[in-house]
């Protein structure tokens, strides 16, 4: 069995992709957990993690880091680093970052290993201008009128009310290559989303990362 590292508190997920460094300094008071290359980065801005966890094919000085921080090498191959962190590691939820970037079939990656582990492991993706969190059922967000709100589908799935969004969802049903419900836009300062099949992605402006974060 892997092993598990257990905190009390919200965890930071940082990867090997692009990253926003003045957001990420203000999330050093979390513990901060690194996948595989996003190491480097860390050493670069003298952010010390809680753990370095993945394969540690794109580590540097894996020996520094054994020093300061718990080091899980899981050479295992049917996973991304990405996954290997949500498995290795228990917590309220993760903001995750360095996740994607300029290769898509990364962000791709992402969002999957998001709806593998949304029941057991819910994670906030920051994504360029974007946060992403993979929802179902019922979703209650408080944002400022007129902030993006955009719902897409990763599987068929029925929504059966809206409130507080420009374009309601009630009773439509949405599937890729269907319907998605991307920029729509918040009408009142509260959203609620009720869905009874399948999950979504609730992609809204970074602005809202703590919003999003509340609504777990």
Same mark, same amino acid.
């Given at each position: 069995?892997?092993?598990?590292?257990?905190?009390?508190?919200?965890?930071?997920?940082?990867?090997?992709?692009?990253?926003?460094?003045?957001?990420?300094?203000?999330?050093?008071?979390?513990?901060?957990?690194?996948?595989?290359?996003?190491?480097?980065?860390?050493?670069?801005?003298?952010?010390?993690?809680?753990?370095?966890?993945?394969?540690?094919?794109?580590?540097?000085?894996?020996?520094?880091?054994?020093?300061?921080?718990?080091?899980?090498?899981?050479?295992?191959?049917?996973?991304?680093?990405?996954?290997?962190?949500?498995?290795?590691?228990?917590?309220?939820?993760?903001?995750?970052?360095?996740?994607?970037?300029?290769?898509?079939?990364?962000?791709?990656?992402?969002?999957?290993?998001?709806?593998?582990?949304?029941?057991?492991?819910?994670?906030?993706?920051?994504?360029?201008?974007?946060?992403?969190?993979?929802?179902?059922?019922? $979703?209650?967000? @408080?944002?400022?009128?007129?902030?993006? %709100?955009? #719902?897409?589908? /990763? !599987?068929?799935? &029925?929504?059966?009310?809206?409130?507080?969004?420009?374009?309601?969802?009630?009773?439509?049903?949405?599937?890729?290559?269907?319907?998605?419900?991307?920029?729509?836009?918040?009408?009142?300062?509260?959203?609620?989303? $009720?869905?009874? @099949?399948?999950?979504?992605?609730?992609? %809204?402006? #970074?602005?809202? /990362? !703590?919003?999003? &974060?509340?609504?777990?």
């Amino acid at each position: 069995m892997p092993e598990i590292i257990k905190f009390d508190d919200p965890v930071v997920l940082v990867g090997g992709g692009a990253v926003d460094v003045e957001l990420l300094r203000t999330y050093t008071h979390r513990p901060i957990v690194a996948a595989d290359g996003g190491a480097n980065l860390l050493k670069e801005l003298c952010i010390e993690p809680a753990a370095v966890i993945g394969d540690l094919d794109s580590v540097k000085e894996v020996d520094h880091w054994r020093e300061f921080s718990k080091v899980i090498e899981l050479p295992e191959q049917d996973t991304t680093d990405f996954e290997k962190c949500l498995y290795s590691v228990e917590a309220p939820y993760f903001i995750a970052t360095g996740f994607t970037g300029n290769r898509f079939d990364h962000t791709l990656a992402a969002l999957h290993v998001m709806q593998k582990w949304q029941s057991k492991k819910p994670v906030v993706l920051i994504s360029g201008d974007d946060v992403v969190c993979v929802k179902s059922d019922v $979703v209650e967000l @408080n944002l400022p009128i007129g902030t993006r %709100v955009s #719902v897409y589908p /990763l !599987n068929r799935i &029925t929504f059966e009310s809206s409130d507080g969004l420009r374009y309601p969802l009630d009773k439509l049903t949405m599937q890729t290559g269907e319907m998605i419900g991307t920029s729509n836009s918040s009408s009142e300062p509260t959203i609620r989303i $009720v869905s009874n @099949n399948g999950c979504y992605a609730l992609i %809204v402006p #970074v602005s809202e /990362l !703590n919003a999003l &974060t509340q609504s777990i």
